[in-house]
């Protein structure tokens, strides 16, 4: 079974400033997809950044960019030029690439960002 | 394009009664998911529709959940009876069906929030 790890609870950055979570996921898949999730306290979930395993070409999505090390099974989310906006519950999540269309998610980082 | 409705957005029941949330998929949108989300995880999958039929409800508890998604298009979620750890967000989620198996991104609702007493 995947598992999606995320280690930060909680981070804090201020305006204009640069902020990385970090995840890790467990798989023995080579075919699958990695997302970041932004969940506001809203609570609508909002798709940040999708990423291809067989893309050796990083994602970048506008302010938002990933380091994905496919060999470390890691997938990180790097947000330049942090926004009042940004302030909310990040998800890293897994797909396999065959078979159901499941999300695996991680557990979530709450991130704060102040002026 | 409208996004995923979902309803009610709040539910306050005691333990042991009944409830049901509504979801309408974006336009279009043959696959559907329910989601679970309890205080500080992850969203879990309980079950996953594509048209009317059932393709994994490997996660949803069965002998309390069930779901339905008659026509293909509308669905429900039903709890019966409802136990306290069943208190969590509920999502709907719903994507496009394409040739060739890629993976297309899956659209969220605004979620039903349930509190069982």
């Known amino acids: 079974a995947q598992t999606v790890t995320q280690s930060q609870p909680e981070m804090s950055v201020q305006e204009a400033e640069t902020v990385t979570l970090s995840c890790t996921y467990d798989?023995?898949?080579?075919?699958?997809?990695l997302f970041w999730y932004k969940q506001p306290p809203s609570r609508q979930m909002i798709l940040v950044i999708r990423q291809e395993a067989y893309k050796q070409q990083n994602a970048t999505e506008n302010r938002f960019s990933v380091n994905f090390q496919k060999a470390a099974k890691s997938f990180s989310l790097k947000i330049s030029d942090s926004q009042l906006g940004d302030t909310a519950m990040y998800f890293c999540?897994?797909?396999?690439?065959?078979?159901?269309?499941?999300?695996?998610f991680g557990t979530g980082t709450r991130l704060l960002v102040s002026p | 394009e409208a996004g995923v409705a979902q309803s009610p957005r709040y539910k306050i029941i005691e333990k042991r009664q009944s409830v049901a949330f509504w979801c309408n998929p974006i336009s279009g949108h043959a696959t559907l998911y329910w989601y679970q989300q309890i205080l500080g995880q992850g969203p879990k999958l309980l079950i996953q529709f594509q048209n009317n039929g059932v393709v994994d409800d490997s996660q949803l508890p069965k002998d309390r959940f069930s779901a339905e998604r008659l026509k293909g298009v509308d669905s429900t979620l039903k709890i019966q009876p409802a136990k306290l750890e069943d208190s969590a967000v509920y999502l709907c989620a719903s994507s496009l069906v394409l040739a060739g198996g890629r993976k297309e991104t899956q659209y969220f609702g605004p979620g039903t929030r349930l509190l069982v007493l």
């Open positions: 999540a897994f797909m396999k690439g065959t078979g159901f269309q499941k999300l695996v």
């Open positions: 798989t023995s898949e080579n075919n699958y997809y």
